[in-house]
């Protein structure tokens, strides 16, 4: 069964930093390109960062420089280190997968295989 769950998210001030986690099952992530993405309540889902296979990445203007996508491939996992948070990055955090890349990245379409979500609150 291909699956993917997120782990980490929680209440952070602003400045500080979070790592989220993506654990994947049924499918071995350094052959799929995997994302995160994130929902803030009443906006639509944004694309976040990305990891190829090649480990090439990809990120969203907004977090260039205080987020960072990795790979473990042993433990099958993608992370997300989120670091000098703001409290416009509140939001429901989501790692999805495809096997195939597409352009653009951040094209929720290109995804078929999506997480539940972890909450993301950075006060101010």
């Known amino acids: 069964q291909v699956q993917l769950v997120e782990l980490g998210g929680g209440s952070v001030q602003a400045g500080g930093s979070l790592r989220l986690s993506c654990v994947a099952s049924g499918f071995t992530v350094r052959s799929y390109h995997i994302a995160w993405f994130r929902q803030a309540p009443g906006k639509q889902r944004e694309g976040v960062a990305l990891?190829?296979?090649?480990?090439?990445?990809a990120y969203a203007d907004s977090v260039k420089g205080r987020f960072t996508i990795s790979r473990d491939n042993a433990k099958n996992m993608v992370y997300l280190q989120m670091n000098s948070l703001k409290p416009e990055d509140t939001a429901m955090y989501y790692c999805?997968?495809?096997?195939?890349?597409?352009?653009?990245?951040?094209?929720?379409?290109?995804?078929?295989?999506w997480g539940q979500g972890t909450q993301v609150t950075v006060s101010s």
């Open positions: 999805a997968a495809t096997a195939s890349g597409s352009y653009p990245w951040d094209a929720m379409s290109n995804y078929n295989t």
């Open positions: 990891i190829r296979p090649s480990l090439n990445t």
